[in-house]
């Protein structure tokens, strides 16, 4: 069969109009602020079916647990920050359903005596989950309270068995720009990486959080596995983590190497230490009209202080 292609010049002007209607969507979406991840009306439809969420049974509510009022379901899956998923709040929500969050496998690497590629199942299947309800507070001056569903980093780490080098662990994002397509504009330097000191990994309050509200995690929250660090800024709690490391030298984190000045490794939670361009003394509590006080490490201080206690919080920002 002969296939004729045609040349521009042979295409009749009844024909240019589908043109026209992919520029003036290309438009309408740059005007949204959709651009930027280059997607069209067809991505934002495929967003019709949703992922259904398994529940997760047999929680126990863990006693790390806050009794105030839980940010709505609604607000806590569509407003996000997950760059790879778009830089506007509801993208990640809109943009859930490029990410494949199964099959899924972890590498744990470095400092241990255990090292290895893992399924998720597989990775997860020793430990016991709880519910988590935590404070949550964005460097952007707003926060959550979100009934996480997960288990202590801390019993993953002896469960690898970290040498006596292991300083720091690592932890890094998928690099996927087809699952995660913000990565294929350099809006951060890919894949978005995070890390913690060993003591900081260790605490009971970290998590490694594979659910919220019963369930599964949303794609948009980081699924199918990310961390919770609740008494630091919240873009250290890094989503959809393929690989965990363990090392001796301090990790680079994102937001570090992007805007030093701005964003320090420990980013602890501390309404003393203002960002550069605001101040940290308060939030707004979404769901709620009047901003309220910032506690020091985001109230978690009686938990946590000790882990600082002769450091220059000003100077370790
Ligand atoms: N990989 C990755 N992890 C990320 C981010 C991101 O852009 N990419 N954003 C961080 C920021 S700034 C915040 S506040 C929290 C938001 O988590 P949530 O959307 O589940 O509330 O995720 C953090 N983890
Ligand atoms: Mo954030």
């Known amino acids: 069969m002969i296939i004729r292609i045609p040349k521009a010049s042979d295409v009749k002007s009844s024909e240019i109009?589908?043109?026209?209607?992919?520029?003036?969507?290309?438009?309408?979406?740059?005007?949204?602020?959709?651009?930027?991840?280059?997607?069209m009306t067809g991505?934002?439809?495929?967003?019709?079916?949703?992922?259904?969420?398994?529940?997760?049974?047999q929680l126990n509510k863990s006693p790390f647990s806050t009794d105030e009022d839980m940010?709505?379901?609604?607000?806590?899956?569509?407003?996000?920050?997950?760059?790879?998923?778009?830089?506007?709040?509801k993208d990640p929500y809109r943009f859930s359903n490029y990410l494949?969050?199964?099959?899924?496998?972890?590498?744990?690497?470095?400092?241990c005596t255990k090292p290895g590629t893992y399924n998720l199942e597989d990775f997860i299947r020793p430990y016991a989950l709880e519910e988590r309800i935590y404070r949550m507070r964005c460097v952007e001056g707003w926060s959550m309270v979100i009934p996480?569903?997960?288990?202590?980093l801390a019993s993953m780490i002896k469960q690898f068995e970290p040498t006596s080098r292991a300083k720091y662990v690592a932890f890094e994002t998928l690099y996927d720009p087809e699952m995660l397509p913000g990565q294929k504009r350099p809006v951060l330097p890919w894949p978005y990486v995070e890390?913690?000191?060993?003591?900081?990994?260790?605490?009971?309050?970290t998590i490694l959080s594979v659910g919220l509200y019963g369930k599964e995690l949303p794609n948009?929250?980081?699924?199918?596995?990310?961390?919770?660090?609740?008494?630091?800024?919240?873009?250290?709690?890094?989503?959809?983590?393929?690989?965990i490391r363990f090392v001796e030298e301090q990790?680079?984190?994102?937001?570090?190497?992007?805007?030093?000045?701005?964003?320090?490794?420990?980013?602890?939670?501390?309404?003393?230490?203002?960002?550069?361009?605001?101040?940290?003394?308060?939030?707004?509590?979404?769901?709620?009209?009047?901003?309220?006080?910032?506690?020091?490490?985001?109230g978690y201080a009686e938990e946590v202080a000790s882990l600082y206690s002769g450091m220059d919080l000003k100077k370790f920002f």
């Open 17 to 39: 109009t589908p043109e026209n209607i992919y520029k003036q969507r290309r438009l309408f979406m740059q005007a949204a602020g959709l651009g930027a991840l280059g997607l």
């Open 43 to 57: 991505d934002i439809l495929a967003k019709a079916e949703e992922r259904s969420l398994r529940p997760l049974a």
């Open 71 to 89: 940010t709505s379901y609604k607000d806590v899956t569509q407003y996000n920050n997950f760059y790879e998923l778009g830089t506007g709040k």
């Open 100 to 111: 494949k969050p199964s099959p899924w496998s972890i590498t744990i690497e470095g400092e």
């Open 148 to 152: 996480w569903v997960g288990f202590p």
């Open 195 to 205: 890390g913690l000191r060993m003591d900081e990994a260790m605490n009971p309050l």
């Open 220 to 243: 948009q929250n980081g699924a199918p596995i990310r961390l919770v660090v609740p008494w630091k800024y919240g873009f250290k709690s890094i989503k959809s983590i393929v690989k």
């Open 251 to 298: 990790p680079r984190s994102t937001w570090n190497v992007v805007t030093p000045n701005e964003y320090g490794f420990y980013s602890n939670v501390n309404p003393e230490v203002d960002h550069p361009r605001w101040s940290q003394g308060r939030e707004r509590r979404i769901g709620e009209f009047l901003k309220r006080d910032t506690l020091m490490f985001n």
